[in-house]
């Protein structure tokens, strides 16, 4: 009887330890409470999270060498200073341009390792370059 106790208790304790804990869906929130598998990501120009593939000025990956092209949204500031840009390249979930002056470039600070630029393209569009070559329009 003590043997199929203990045969019992140690079978059990086995099975407890060797269930795997399933990761609950939408309980993968970042430091700013977005749930990334959601789609969402902190805007830093809207503080608040947003979902990219919702924005209104979307562009898509030029002369990707993966077999799938990306997109990428751009979000601007109220006063039209700053636009934001996800880039799914670095540690950054997204990049802050400035536009300087009147201008109608927005480039990315000296603290970017890259160079990015936003420039208007044909009637209302975009394009975003990173060292001067295209890579977003």
Same mark, same amino acid.
């Given at each position: 009887?003590?043997?199929? @106790?203990? *045969?019992?208790?140690?079978?059990?304790?086995? #099975?407890?330890?060797?269930?795997?804990?399933? &990761?609950?869906?939408?309980? =993968?929130? $970042?430091?700013?409470?977005?749930?990334?598998? +959601?789609?969402?990501?902190?805007?830093? @120009?809207?503080?608040?999270? /947003?979902?990219? *593939?919702?924005?209104? @000025?979307?562009? !898509?990956?030029?002369?990707?060498?993966?077999?799938?092209?990306?997109?990428?949204?751009?979000?601007?500031?109220?006063?039209?200073?700053? +636009?934001?840009? *996800?880039? &799914? =390249?670095?540690? +950054?979930?997204?990049?802050?341009?400035?536009?300087?002056?009147?201008?109608?470039?927005?480039?990315?600070?000296? +603290? @970017?390792? =890259?160079?990015?630029? #936003? /420039? &208007?393209? !044909?009637?209302?569009?975009?394009?975003?370059?990173? $060292? =001067?070559?295209?890579?977003?329009?």
């Amino acid at each position: 009887m003590k043997k199929t @106790i203990l *045969f019992s208790l140690m079978f059990l304790s086995s #099975l407890m330890l060797s269930q795997k804990k399933t &990761p609950v869906v939408g309980n =993968d929130k $970042d430091v700013h409470g977005c749930i990334g598998s +959601a789609g969402y990501t902190y805007s830093q @120009i809207k503080n608040e999270c /947003v979902r990219v *593939f919702e924005q209104k @000025i979307k562009l !898509k990956e030029v002369d990707s060498d993966k077999g799938y092209a990306s997109m990428t949204a751009v979000i601007f500031s109220k006063n039209l200073k700053k +636009a934001e840009i *996800f880039i &799914p =390249d670095g540690a +950054a979930k997204s990049i802050i341009l400035e536009r300087q002056g009147k201008s109608r470039v927005w480039k990315s600070g000296k +603290a @970017i390792k =890259d160079t990015y630029l #936003l /420039v &208007p393209y !044909k009637k209302k569009g975009y394009q975003i370059k990173k $060292d =001067d070559v295209v890579i977003y329009q």
